[in-house]
């Protein structure tokens, strides 16, 4: 089973938009696929048609040691499974703590299909479980944004977790959002990927699309909701390059 864990390097960088699509790409793929959402801010379903009034998820059963998370399991109308983490911001620490203390044992509850790929949404926030769990994954995407924002909170993630002098084979980081028609956004984008090594980086990014936008609106992939949205293109070519980097690891 691969394990693939996505995380924004700032808040809006776009982690939950790369599960929902990458999770549909690698679908379309023939793939065996379950995302689950790891974010207190439960918007992972609201790319899958989940009612925003149901507020049910996969959090609370795990804190309360509940054998089958199949229990917990929700399908899409497109076919997509996926674990929306339900409200728990009074119980959230408590579900850290669990998931630092047995890495193994969340991963094998979330599935023990040894084919399948698991996409963990990971909160932005949370150092704790990015060190929990990168040396327990097959990839992590760091995703980040050509925007005014990325270069201190890079700077800061780099000091916090050490990255400078340790890099873990799993890590990697993804561009989001790239749009070389604006010019402040297209010059953020060329610094960084000039100091960043071709060791720690994607070699697939994720174009701006204002469709990705529009089918979050209709509670939709990008895919669902536009056939010809150019986005497609980038999570499909980004599906491949996952599938391919996890056979290796």
Not at 43 to 52: C, F, H, Q, S, T
Not at 90 to 110: A, C, G, K, V
Not at 142 to 171: K, N
């Amino acid at each position: 089973m691969a394990i693939i864990t996505v995380q924004s390097l700032f808040s809006g960088a776009g982690a939950t938009t790369i599960v929902a699509n990458l999770s549909n790409a690698l679908l379309r793929k023939d793939n065996k696929v379950i995302a689950v959402d790891l974010c207190p801010h439960n918007d992972l379903r609201l790319w899958y048609g989940m009612p925003i009034q149901q507020q049910g998820g996969w959090a609370k059963s795990y804190i309360n040691n509940t054998n089958d998370s199949r229990e917990c399991a929700f399908r899409s109308d497109f076919g997509a499974i996926f674990f929306p983490l339900g409200y728990v911001h009074d119980q959230f620490e408590e579900l850290t703590s669990l998931i630092e203390y047995n890495p193994h044992r969340f991963f094998s509850w979330l599935s023990d299909d040894p084919e399948t790929l698991v996409i963990i949404n990971l909160p932005s926030q949370s150092i704790r479980l990015y060190q929990a769990l990168i040396e327990h994954v097959d990839l992590h995407l760091c995703v980040w944004q050509p925007e005014p924002r990325v270069y201190p909170r890079m700077q800061a993630f780099i000091q916090a977790t050490g990255l400078g002098s340790d890099v873990p084979d799993a890590f990697v980081f993804l561009e989001n959002a790239v749009a070389p028609q604006l010019e402040l956004n297209r010059d953020i984008s060329d610094i960084i990927n000039h100091e960043l090594s071709d060791k720690v980086t994607a070699n697939v990014g994720i174009m701006r699309d204002q469709h990705l936008v529009e089918a979050l609106a209709t509670q939709q992939s990008c895919y669902e909701y536009s056939v010809a949205a150019s986005a497609n293109a980038d999570f499909s070519e980004l599906a491949t390059w996952v599938a391919q980097r996890c056979s290796r690891a």
